[in-house]
């Protein structure tokens, strides 16, 4: 394959029991900057995402998302609440992409600085997916070659297709050529946490971009864990919800063993 497309693909819903409207959540107050806006920006200015697409949940509520699509020019696809999965193959199919980066837009800080380590490797190794582990919740990211993506769709059942639309290739990872990239040992740091799930989430956040917000929209990872590292009071705010196990690394122990 010659010519590689990337698309970022952000699946966007207002839903959520814990925390209304996530994606809308104001993440600069004095500024009007939403968290998806936040990202939006960040990926745009990568130099490395060809283009950006919502794939919105059906619905009157979700209808807002369509705004923001309009407010910074890219495109959208309208789709299933449910069949998340199959909104991440219909962003890709809207701009023909070879491949898709998938972020889920609660997550404001993934770690940018290795997004051009993983595109590489992901064409020089063939890759059908690559991701990122060991990082704070909120860091890691994921490319899927759009075929791998159409597949786990297709094999894939209704648990498969939900917002855990990365589970079938964690169970069947025999079936991809899966690779995960490492950060630096002193960024691998599991028991930190920097997504938006939880009111104490957001106020964790608000305060990272209030006090880095300098180096924005692409705050290093150094960065981010010298500040909390240096204000355990917000850590352990979070503490509650951090999750200490890496994501994909339990997948490949499980293909090699």
């Avoid at 996530?22 to 745009?44: A, E, F, H, R, S």
């Avoid at 290093?220 to 999750?243: Q, V």
Wanted: aromatic share 8%.
């Amino acid at each position: 394959m010659s010519e590689r497309k990337l698309i970022a693909a952000l699946a966007c819903r207002v839903g959520g029991g814990r925390l209304y409207g996530k994606p809308l959540q104001m993440l600069d107050v004095d500024g009007g900057i939403t968290i998806l806006d936040y990202i939006i920006l960040g990926l745009q200015k990568s130099g490395i995402i060809d283009q950006i697409v919502l794939g919105i949940a059906e619905g009157e509520d979700n209808r807002t998302f369509i705004d923001v699509a309009k407010k910074h020019g890219i495109s959208y696809i309208i789709g299933s609440e449910k069949d998340v999965l199959l909104r991440l193959v219909d962003c890709g199919r809207k701009e023909n992409a070879t491949d898709v980066y998938r972020l889920t837009p609660e997550c404001p800080f993934p770690s940018w600085e290795l997004l051009r380590t993983a595109w590489d490797a992901h064409i020089e190794n063939g890759n059908d997916i690559t991701v990122t582990d060991y990082m704070a919740e909120g860091m890691n990211f994921e490319i899927y070659t759009q075929e791998s993506l159409e597949r786990s769709h297709k094999n894939g059942g209704d648990y498969e297709r939900s917002e855990y639309c990365s589970a079938y290739a964690r169970r069947n990872p025999g079936q991809f050529n899966i690779q995960v990239i490492a950060p630096e040992p002193e960024s691998q740091r599991t028991d930190l946490r920097v997504t938006v799930d939880w009111p104490e989430d957001l106020y964790v956040c608000r305060k990272i971009y209030e006090a880095l917000k300098a180096k924005a929209p692409h705050i290093p990872i150094a960065d981010i864990i010298t500040y909390l590292d240096k204000n355990p009071h917000l850590t352990e705010l979070i503490s509650p919800y951090i999750d200490t196990t890496p994501i994909w690394a339990s997948v490949l122990e499980k293909k090699t063993a």
